[in-house]
């Protein structure tokens, strides 16, 4: 009898446990900081060539790109152009820690990026590795 009160204890014990402790990721949508300094639409104004130095790109009634971060880890990225047609892709994004950022796109893309917060309302991001490197400027 005591073995079987003890068996029967243990189990509820231990489902206890694994029901305190169960994995909450599914339930998070990205971002664990709804102050997080990405949050917002970023306009792009540019970018920087082989050497290092800042080009402003020609943006335009006709040509435009910016990209979102809401803080419950969703987004999209908006691309104005009059000749090829507008384009709008959603994504989920998470921060990664040390200004690194992943952004997993509706298509399945993932971009890792960097982002260099150089103010409260200017950012230089390096996608795809640091490859390239671009400056966003916040709405």
């Not at 992943?102 to 996608?127: C, G, H, M, R, Y």
Request: hydrophobic share 30%; with cysteine.
């Amino acid at each position: 009898m005591k073995k079987t009160l003890f068996s029967k204890l243990a189990t509820v014990i231990l489902l206890l446990v694994f029901v305190a402790c169960g994995d909450d990721d599914s339930k998070n949508t990205g971002n664990s900081n709804p102050n997080d300094k990405i949050i917002g639409t970023w306009v792009y104004n540019g970018y920087y060539d082989e050497q290092g130095t800042f080009v402003a790109d020609d943006t335009n009634e006709c040509w435009a790109y910016n990209i979102t971060f809401k803080s419950d880890g969703s987004g999209n990225e908006f691309e104005k152009d009059c000749q090829n047609g507008n384009t709008t892709n959603n994504h989920s994004w998470k921060n990664m820690g040390n200004n690194a950022y992943k952004i997993t796109f509706s298509n399945e893309n993932i971009d890792l990026i960097n982002v260099t917060f150089t103010s409260d309302t200017q950012a230089d991001v390096s996608w795809d590795g640091g490859t390239t490197k671009e400056r966003f400027t916040k709405q």
